[in-house]
């Protein structure tokens, strides 16, 4: 079952992936194993696919450097729930698909605790507690059935939530 | 006004907080991200721009090339533009928003999505602009459309008459510090000024809003937007009487001084006076914040007649060729050379420390750009103090923090 990892607030790009391991310094092949490693060194070894990350206020402020969601999208990560994202982070996590929940739960979970988070309807369950995150809007759930925004788009060459024939422009016309 | 913005080009109702997929009326590209864009599309997407007349590359943030890796990369957009055909500017245009508000590639209700932190500025026409990365930003060219989660609006009021000496850039500044550094992240400003306030003195609003933490800065169509450029403003773009707002601060601009945004955030904002007397090593008037011809002219009035204290040094980088091409002709330029001035190209010059004019360390400049951060304009060492054109050129007399009034009870003493 997968496990909560709790970080605090202001977690950055380089807390998630320090530079120094920046793929072209570490290898294509293992930079994501430097995740976390200053912080929680043994993060990287010890996580298992679909875990979920708690975060503090404002995860992933910092550089826009893509290499540091690229890391958890490789350790496939379940999803990460913060009350608030950095918004160029919070960009990056969708464009490459790692479900991103604004809910602050860092005062009910705790390292450790198993957990099941079902991406599509935003409901997290631990043991008998649930908690319903804003479910992701249907544009994102599209994205995720695919992968990610990035993926849909190689796939289908427009977004998700578009419709085919986008009708008759709306100009002139009141809201 | 956000939300309308996106729900028309989103060709759907949308509210703060939903997820929008928008079409983009135009994606501008700068120098500095020219390589990674180019990557993403042809390596990542391999696509081209679907609507090359939407795209614009602009060579701004380091021209002409100081080095042989940036004169590359250079050459590599120049030749990427002639074969996909999207507009490139290049060297001596000028800064990539002032060039694209020439060009009228932002237009009331247009969404414009830039490589540049500094896109905000575009609501100065109504026009939802907005930086991205070069992902995002290959995505919008590849696509013609984009994402955007809709923000909630901030709402600022400008009320009462500036005082002589006070400008749009103090307005600017006393709205940051109002809000604070992050006081609207994921949000989007909202100007009411009314008639207030020229084209170019609502590019220098909108262009602050970023440092509020905002994702648009729009300023409600008025003055010289409705009557002096022939503007098509749509009814539909101005807000509504009953909107929503998180939260709404009113500025008296009569009682407003002139103000100062010391090292080195830009939220820590100061009146001048406080500050007057510090000794000043460089001053730097340009940018995409404060290098238009009614900045030229603040400083060319303030230095008519006078010349920079010898022991500091003046910077002037006009924004773009057309600011440059009127301030020659109507004199400011010799002006401000009579009084000591070294002009640059039209570009970015040393705002971001990358070119013409970067700060040694201990170095104090006053700029009349956006950013005061710790390294920004060269070491880390040294220390940027924000002002308005007027102020700057006044310190630039002085050799010291001045106010525009300080000079006149210098010369007459
Ligand atoms: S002038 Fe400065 S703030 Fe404006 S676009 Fe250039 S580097 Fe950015």
Redesign the interface.
């Known amino acids: 079952m997968p496990r909560i990892w709790k970080f605090g607030d202001g977690v950055n790009t380089d807390d998630i992936l320090p530079g120094k391991f920046a793929p072209f310094m570490a290898g294509e092949a293992v930079f994501q194993t430097f995740a976390f490693h200053y912080i929680r060194p043994e993060f990287a070894a010890q996580m298992r696919p679909g875990d979920v990350l708690i975060g503090g206020r404002n995860w992933g402020l910092g550089s826009?450097r893509?290499y540091a969601p690229q890391a958890l999208k490789k350790l496939q990560i379940g999803g990460i729930i913060a009350p608030?994202f950095a918004?160029?982070h919070?960009?990056?996590l969708?464009?490459l698909g790692i479900p991103a929940f604004e809910a602050d739960l860092t005062g009910v979970l705790e390292d450790g605790d198993e957990v099941t988070l079902d991406v599509d309807t935003g409901v997290l369950t631990r043991g008998a507690d649930t908690f319903q995150l804003p479910p992701p809007?249907e544009?994102?759930r599209e994205a995720l059935r695919e992968g990610s925004?990035?993926a849909f788009?190689?796939r289908y060459?427009?977004?998700?939530?578009?419709?085919v024939d986008?009708?008759e422009?709306?100009?002139?016309?009141?809201? | 006004m956000a939300e309308?913005i996106l729900?028309?080009r989103g060709?759907r109702?949308v509210y703060a907080g939903?997820?929008?997929?928008v079409d983009v009326d135009q994606v501008m590209v700068v120098d500095s991200i020219a390589q990674s864009f180019i990557e993403r599309m042809e390596r990542?997407?391999a696509a081209v721009p679907k609507y090359p007349e939407r795209v614009s590359i602009v060579i701004d943030h380091v021209a002409p090339a100081s080095t042989v890796s940036v004169a590359q990369a250079q050459k590599e957009a120049r030749a990427y533009a002639a074969a996909t055909g999207v507009r490139l500017f290049d060297v001596g245009r000028g800064i990539c928003h002032q060039v694209l508000m020439e060009e009228r590639l932002a237009q009331p209700?247009w969404i414009v999505l830039g490589s540049d932190s500094h896109s905000t500025t575009y609501g100065a026409v109504a026009a939802f602009g907005t930086g991205?990365?070069a992902?995002?930003i290959a995505?919008a060219a590849?696509?013609g459309?984009?994402?955007l989660?809709v923000p909630e609006s901030v709402k600022v009021t400008f009320s009462g008459d500036l005082q002589p000496g006070v400008t749009a850039k103090d307005a600017a500044l006393e709205m940051i510090r109002v809000l604070g550094a992050d006081g609207a992240?994921?949000q989007s400003i909202e100007i009411h000024a009314g008639d207030r306030f020229t084209r170019g003195e609502r590019m220098t609003l909108a262009n602050l809003c970023v440092e509020a933490g905002a994702?648009a800065g729009l300023v409600v169509p008025g003055g010289e937007i409705l009557t002096g450029y022939g503007y098509d403003v749509?009814d539909?773009v101005y807000p509504d009487p009953g909107a929503d707002y998180r939260q709404e601060v009113e500025i008296d601009l009569t009682t407003l001084r002139p103000r100062m945004s010391a090292p080195s955030e830009v939220d820590n904002v100061h009146d001048v006076s406080a500050l007057r007397g510090l000794k000043v090593d460089q001053v730097f008037i340009g940018t995409c914040t404060n290098g238009r011809i009614e900045d030229l002219h603040a400083a060319a009035e303030v230095l008519r007649g006078r010349r920079v204290d010898p022991s500091t040094r003046l910077l002037v980088i006009p924004a773009s060729s057309q600011v440059m091409e009127q301030a020659l002709e109507d004199g400011t330029l010799l002006t401000l050379q009579r009084a000591g001035a070294a002009l640059g190209t039209p570009g970015c010059g040393p705002c971001m420390g990358r070119h013409q004019g970067v700060l040694a360390p201990g170095e104090v400049c006053v700029s009349t750009s956006n950013r005061n951060f710790i390294g920004r304009m060269g070491d880390k060492d040294a220390r940027v103090y924000l002002a308005s054109p007027a102020v700057a050129a006044a310190t630039a007399v002085m050799g010291r923090i001045a106010l525009p009034g300080d000079v006149e009870a210098w010369v007459g003493a």
């Open positions: 826009s893509e608030s918004r160029i919070y960009r990056n969708l464009n809007p544009f994102l925004i990035l788009f190689k060459g427009r977004f998700p939530g578009e419709p986008p009708g422009p709306m100009d002139g016309e009141a809201r | 309308k729900s028309r060709h109702a939903d997820l929008a997929v990542d997407l209700g991205m990365g992902t995002d995505l590849a696509s459309k984009t994402w989660r992240t994921y994702k749509p539909w």
